[in-house]
Structure formats: C-alpha cells, structure tokens
C-alpha cells in the first residue's frame, strides 16, 4: 500500500532527488514548495520554510508551487503564485493554525490552487515547520490534457474515481475503475486506430479491426486488435496497443494488490499516451 507522502503522477512537476552532502543519514527535509506540491491529503511533515522577524512579528515567505496547469492556452508544467507572498504570525513559539493557501497560474491567471493546511512551530528551528495537509483543490490528479478527456467521455468520471482510488491507496479499486475505462472506450480507440490505418493497411487488416471493434468479449477482441495493426504505426518499433492491454490483463485471473497497483499504474499511463497519439485522427478533438 502506498504511504501518505505518495501521490501517483501527481500534477507536480518532477524535480532532480535532493541530496545532502553532509550527512548521508539523516533525511532531507522537504522545501514547503515540495510539500504542497506533492504530499498527500492528511500527509504532515517537518518542511524547511522561508521566515523573517522583523520588529516584533515573523513573516513567512510563501514559495511558487510548479504544477500541470489543465487550461487551454497553457496545458504545460507551470509556475502558480500565491495570493499573498507574505503570511503573519504570532509569536511563533507556541503557535498552531489552520490556514489556506490560494495559488493562480503564472502563465494564464486562470487556473487555481487551494490548499488548506495545518502549521506548528516550534523554538527548534526559525526555518522549519510541522505542516499537515488537509485538503485540496481541485485534487492532485495530474495533467489531464484535453486529449485524453475527449478520448474518455463520459468515462471521464470512472477516471477521476481510479485516479482518487490511487491517491488513497485502494490498488484494488483503481485498477477496477481504469479497467472499465478501458472497456467503455474500446469501441471508440478501435475506430481511430481504423481512420489511422486506413491507408496504410491491407484489406484484411481493416476487416479485422473493424471485427474487433464489434466483438463483444474484450480479451478477444483485443487479440485481434493486437494482430492487425499495421506497421507503418507502431511508435519505435512497438505496437501502439501493446502496452493497455498488456495492463489490462485477463478477465478471469485474479491479481495480487501488489499487481493490481502496478496495473492501474500501467494503464493509466497507457490511455494518456493513446490519447495522444490518436488525437491526430480528424474530428477527435
């Protein structure tokens, strides 16, 4: 089962592992950018934080978070500001509150980020905290650019409910929910891999994809799927197929939770790619 600090492909974007050249024992503690960016609902945390005193108050100095922003004209990894560079506090010694944080898009100005978190100080240290988080929005989905929700449909909502069965730790559940993505689609992957074959595929070719696309077992189905496309699409050398149903599995084996999780995983990352690749068709966006 995943740990509270672990978030699947998360809309944070990926940073270099930190290193501490000193001590090869004691952890590194997370910058606040890096906690808000990537830990878990609930997760908590001792984080290294930016904090001034000046005359009789501290001020806390809020970071940039970099996030997948979702909207149109941005759809790329961005910077989003906080609504106030500056947060307040009482005397730090003994204090603890709730507060939020409210980011926007750099790049756009439209899109949003609230997180609501828990913050103990203590006379340790001037530069760390205990931060909790205990909530946020929209949730930590990752990028979902608007290939993938046109491929989806209406199976937008059993995606959200896999990738939020991943984010609390249910391997089981999502790997259900992204496997009855897969089948609500199938029909429709089918006929785009039919309009990007069509002219470089035998007869035959699209006589069995099109046979696919209308037999109702799904394993079957995707053998054949498999079998008939053509070459001229694989991407370096791979069938473009390959990997979704390779994760997708068998109907009627069970599987591990240990397998189970990295199925979902797998297939996840699967349908974002076919999403892409199949955006090409005309009349997919």
């Given at each position: 089962m995943r740990g509270p600090y672990h978030a699947s492909m998360s809309d944070a974007v990926p940073a270099e592992p930190m290193t501490n050249p000193t001590s090869t024992d004691r952890p590194v503690?997370?910058?606040?950018s890096e906690f808000l960016e990537s830990?878990?609902?609930?997760?908590?945390?001792t984080v290294s934080v930016?904090?001034?005193?000046?005359g009789a108050r501290y001020d806390l100095l809020l970071p940039d978070v970099h996030l997948f922003c979702n909207a149109a004209q941005c759809g790329r990894p961005e910077a989003f500001a906080p609504e106030a560079e500056r947060w307040t506090l009482p005397d730090r010694s003994t204090w603890t509150e709730l507060k939020f944080l409210r980011?926007?898009?750099?790049?756009?100005?439209?899109?949003?980020?609230?997180?609501?978190?828990?913050?103990?100080?203590?006379?340790?240290?001037?530069?760390?905290a205990a931060f909790t988080k205990i909530g946020e929005e929209p949730p930590n989905i990752g990028p979902t650019p608007k290939a993938l929700?046109?491929?989806?449909?209406?199976?937008?909502v059993l995606y959200l409910k896999g990738v939020r069965s991943q984010l609390a730790g249910l391997e089981l559940g999502a790997f259900v929910y992204f496997r009855r993505v897969v089948e609500r689609i199938w029909p429709v992957l089918i006929e785009r891999f039919v309009q990007l074959s069509q002219y470089d595929a035998s007869l035959d070719q699209l006589a069995a994809l099109k046979d696919a696309k209308d037999t109702r077992q799904i394993n079957r189905s995707m053998e054949v799927a498999l079998e008939s496309i053509p070459a001229s699409i694989f991407i370096d050398g791979h069938n473009p197929l390959d990997g979704l149903t390779d994760?997708?599995?068998?109907?009627?084996k069970e599987y591990t939770s240990a397998e189970c999780s990295q199925r979902a995983d797998r297939l996840r990352s699967a349908l974002n790619q076919l999403a892409d690749i199949t955006s090409k068709v005309p009349g997919a966006g």
């Open positions: 503690t997370p910058s606040l830990a878990a609902v609930l997760a908590n945390a930016a904090c001034e005193y000046i980011y926007s898009c750099r790049g756009c100005g439209k899109s949003t980020k609230l997180y609501a978190v828990r913050i103990r100080f203590s006379n340790e240290s001037l530069h760390e929700r046109d491929l989806l449909g209406e199976a937008w994760a997708y599995g068998n109907q009627t």
